[in-house]
């Protein structure tokens, strides 16, 4: 090697070892400056999805309306019966199994992991922060689910929706139909705060968790979100809008045109009615919805129920041996071979982001599956579970890349769990996304810049460095009084920086690209090329031989 190339060498291990010690000291003081500047008990609940500052002031949201999501979009009409998506799905299956197929193992467990909003520039970007965490470069580590022998593409549009929300996305992944934005578990036949068509069952779509439940398996879900969020909620709810989480929230969202005495809300559904008041683990945040406002739950906050029914207490009647947790230690404390279900609640709302979390007293998602895993492998028959990263979309929509970033390392450890204690011949693990951010690794910079800073090669035309990570649209495009970009040299080694954005919107957005499937196990190889996401279950039910669509015993 040249005296050139030993100087570059060498000037390279020093950058990236300065990286590595401000990456570290950046991890150190994030948890206390976030702290500082957010009040964690307001920022974590439902009005996150409505707005929040990086200070925890609310924002004016008077232009703002959720609901506003579910409104004016057209829906074609061929899309509305399931029918459509079941066919569609069959013919994607049966040009897959009609390729030479070398894998005859059937799934007795799948193993469903979702990273909320988890584009494929998030993935990237959180592989490289990964490396260079370890003080290299970081382009070139890899995440756990990377590694998997085969991946694939998911197309997200829902029926009435060119890009997504997590509700049609969760439909679609879970229950193999496309329905409209904001609802659940129904067809696109049920249009927007009509719950009258979503109570009917003749709109209603049949969740994977169902299907595994029918072929005697164990199931359950695992989320960082709420119980009641719109991921897992897709595992057992019908609904016609997501909001609707508690019967309180009916009167808030429903517009006047709903009564929670006729419409069922989404945490009533998890305790009472099947497939959910089946599931043998639930863990997850948002304790607030099964309570009644007359009760404090264990985090200080009253319940949200205005009927005065107290869920837990229902579900505990229903399951005088299930085991309650609500912090780390009753959790991992759970013998697995005694106590059959479990339902854990960690937090009022959603749970806190793991750099914000108190490590004492939340589990992390690694120990979620973990406990999730030993509680579900005690059925020899299998089992299905539905395990969610879901503050990876909080991150992107707060424009706050250092803590998206790290709930995808989490989502990695919890995946590297489950294939450690799993074994490949019999388990099937996927996983993907439910819909994009739009998330970009701008410009040209060179190997081991730091992702999270300034990118040190390019500038605008103006001369002004900018960051390698920004959004399309957000909170902050950091703007001096003549519209010029300003030097964000020094705001950006702030650890709550918010990232920039080119569109001033409340909050981030999602995104309509496509998203990665990864996937390891019996029939993995399935999960390759382009596809509709409402396909996923469908190849799930297929390897494990449930449902009743095509199934892989169907070819013996």
């Not at 506003?68 to 998506?85: D, I, V």
């Not at 009167?251 to 009615?273: F, H, M, S």
């Not at 519209?483 to 080119?502: A, M, N």
Request: hydrophobic share 35%; glycine share 8%; with cysteine.
């Amino acid at each position: 090697m040249g005296t050139d190339a030993k100087s570059v060498d060498e000037q390279l291990k020093s950058r990236m070892t300065k990286l590595y010690v401000i990456l570290v000291l950046l991890g150190v003081l994030v948890a206390p400056s976030w702290s500082a500047s957010l009040d964690m008990i307001n920022v974590h609940s439902q009005d996150q999805l409505l707005g929040r500052s990086s200070s925890g002031k609310t924002r004016d949201m008077s232009a703002f309306d959720p609901n506003s999501l579910g409104r004016n979009k057209y829906t074609p009409p061929e899309e509305k019966n399931a029918q459509f998506w079941y066919d569609l799905a069959h013919a994607e299956i049966e040009k897959r199994v009609n390729l030479p197929q070398a894998d005859k193992r059937k799934a007795k467990n799948v193993i469903m992991f979702l990273g909320d909003g988890m584009s494929l520039s998030t993935v990237a970007a959180a592989r490289i922060l990964k490396g260079q965490l370890k003080g290299n470069t970081g382009e070139e580590d890899s995440l756990s689910f990377e590694q998997f022998p085969h991946t694939g593409l998911s197309r997200t549009y829902c029926s009435n929706a060119q890009v997504p929300d997590s509700a049609c996305t969760a439909t679609a992944y879970l229950c193999g139909v496309k329905t409209n934005i904001v609802a659940l578990g129904v067809t696109a036949e049920v249009n927007f705060n009509n719950c009258s068509a979503s109570e009917d069952p003749a709109n209603h779509v049949s969740s994977i968790a169902a299907w595994a439940q029918a072929a005697g398996k164990s199931t359950g879900i695992v989320t960082t979100t709420t119980l009641t969020h719109a991921s897992p909620s897709g595992a057992y709810a019908h609904t016609t809008n997501r909001f609707f989480e508690c019967d309180t929230d009916i009167v808030k969202y429903g517009e006047g045109q709903n009564d929670p005495a006729t419409c069922t809300d989404i945490a009533t559904q998890l305790i009472t009615q099947e497939p959910g008041k089946n599931f043998d683990v639930m863990l997850g945040g948002g304790m607030g919805k099964f309570l009644p406002k007359s009760i404090v739950d264990k985090f200080g906050k009253a319940g949200e129920r205005s009927d005065g029914v107290n869920l837990l207490s229902k579900w505990q009647s229903l399951h005088p041996d299930g085991a309650l947790a609500y912090n780390r230690k009753q959790l991992l404390s759970v013998d697995a071979t005694r106590q059959k279900k479990l339902i854990g609640l960690f937090n009022s709302g959603v749970m806190d982001f793991h750099k914000l979390a108190d490590p004492v007293q939340k589990p992390t998602l690694e120990e979620m599956t973990q406990k999730a895993i030993e509680v579900l492998s005690t059925n020899d028959d299998g089992y299905f579970v539905f395990i969610e990263g879901g503050l990876v979309d909080y991150g992107n929509h707060f424009n706050v890349p250092q803590m998206g970033l790290d709930e995808v390392h989490e989502l990695s450890k919890a995946v590297q769990k489950a294939v450690d204690m799993t074994d490949p011949e019999e388990t099937l693990i996927v996983v993907t996304s439910d819909h994009g951010h739009p998330l970009s690794i701008s410009g040209y910079p060179g190997r081991g810049t730091d992702i999270l800073g300034l990118n040190q090669h390019d500038t605008d035309v103006n001369g002004i460095k900018y960051a390698t990570l920004n959004y399309a649209v957000g909170m902050q495009q950091y703007l001096d009084e003549n519209g010029q970009r300003v030097d964000l040299t020094e705001k950006i080694k702030d650890p709550s920086f918010v990232f920039p954005s080119y569109i001033k919107g409340a909050l981030g957005v999602h995104s309509g690209d496509d998203v990665g499937i990864f996937a390891t196990g019996p029939q993995s190889h399935l999960f390759s090329g382009m596809m509709q996401q409402s396909t996923i279950p469908h190849l799930m039910a297929y390897a494990a031989c449930i449902g009743d669509g095509p199934t892989l015993c169907d070819r013996d």
